[in-house]
């Protein structure tokens, strides 16, 4: 089917509480669910929908404008697009960048990604935010309510949803130089690339294991030092991961968990984790390190965090960055282990990099072991 044609039919969004958008179909013709999230960044679109911690989600921009730029076949964090259904106000099939490879029309056609537009996001956003994260419908096959009402109440809740064995690959992987002083081992739960390659630009060879490595072949690699990633879904679901970590722990050598990571960290340490409101998700995240005293504006993207009560009151974890907004903890360390964690991006892409100084500090711990 022609653009222009696609463009022109009606798509329909249903929310689960019951409230229905109208507007235009974008992408591919069809219909898609998952849970209902927001991001507030102004760019650095492709990125968002190629990380693989948006697995199962489906995504509102609320920028005004998403697509403007086009897209770049650099631009991406993992080998495909992992957001269920895009979300917009103005999603662009004209671009300017005289760089990109294709428009975004085209690439979620190709990438099998259903879209619809001429939402009023800030009203919906909105809705969000009051209400809490919810699951979602959209169509462009049918304005049947009732029938998208039915469909929408098999999808099931993020609560309790184990994703990361989904998107984790399936093969080991390195990056990095192989004569290397250092060897870092990474379990990917969804790992985003420049997650890697901040590491590899570090003078480290990385190689990377599929989620549910056992200890015993992390250990083959002879690493210096463990990364534990980023990824979709319940923390709490996770229960392979959580012994595994507790396993790493163990050899005492250093440890940096992000995001995911971060959770089965705490997890691993007796802390629990929760399912949050409506998450954070965005590129201007206000941080304090509470070691420096100095803040840093961050990148995030979880819908799950770490109990707070759990971990002040926690004889064995220290809390070292906090979140400026809401007070939420951003990271974390072990204090009997060279073992941290953080609960935001700092690879930063896309975002401000002012956290990549973590990487630095995982180097420095480990050289210092």
């Given amino acids: 089917m022609p653009n222009q044609e696609i463009k022109s039919l009606p798509a329909v969004l249903v929310l689960e509480d019951g409230m229905v958008f109208h507007g235009r179909s974008f992408g591919m013709v069809g219909t898609t669910s998952g ?179 056992s200890m015993e072949e992390l250990m083959k690699f002879e690493p210096h030092g463990f990364f534990i990633s980023n990824g979709p879904g319940d923390p709490s679901s996770m229960d392979y991961a959580v012994a595994t970590v507790k396993k790493i722990l163990e050899t005492k050598k250093p440890v940096f968990g992000i995001c995911l990571g971060h959770q089965l960290l705490a997890l691993a340490n007796g802390i629990p984790t929760f399912k949050m409101h409506h998450g954070h998700r965005g590129l201007n995240h206000p941080v304090k390190n509470l070691m420096t005293g100095l803040c840093e504006i961050t990148t995030q993207n979880h819908g799950f965090a770490v109990d707070p009560d759990a971990v002040r009151n926690s004889p064995s974890i220290e809390i070292t960055h906090v979140n400026l907004n809401d007070n939420s903890i951003e990271g974390i360390k072990v204090k009997d282990r060279p073992a941290f964690s953080v609960q935001y991006h700092p690879e930063a892409t896309p975002g401000p990099h002012d956290s990549r100084y973590l990487f630095d500090d995982f180097i420095a711990l480990i050289n210092n072991n």
Avoid: W
């Fill in 35 to 213: 849970e209902l999230c927001f991001n507030t960044g102004m760019t650095g679109y492709q990125e968002v929908f190629t990380d693989p911690s948006y697995f199962g989600q489906v995504l509102i921009m609320n920028n005004v404008h998403t697509g403007n730029y086009g897209v770049k076949a650099e631009d991406v964090e993992s080998s495909t697009v992992k957001i269920k259904g895009l979300i917009g106000r103005n999603l662009e099939e004209k671009f300017s960048r005289l760089m990109a490879n294709d428009s975004l029309q085209n690439y979620l056609i190709e990438q099998k990604v259903v879209a619809i537009e001429d939402i009023d996001t800030r009203a919906l956003v909105t809705h969000i935010r009051e209400k809490g994260a919810m699951n979602c419908i959209i169509s462009s096959e049918t304005a049947d309510v009732e029938s998208l009402k039915a469909a929408l109440k098999k999808v099931p809740s993020m609560e309790g949803l184990e994703l990361a064995s989904l998107v984790s690959t399936t093969e080991v992987y390195h990056m990095g130089d192989p004569n290397a002083t250092i060897r870092i081992a990474v379990l990917d739960f969804g790992v985003k690339r420049n997650i890697i390659q901040c590491m590899a630009d570090r003078g480290t060879y990385v190689r990377v294991h599929p989620a549910k490595t």
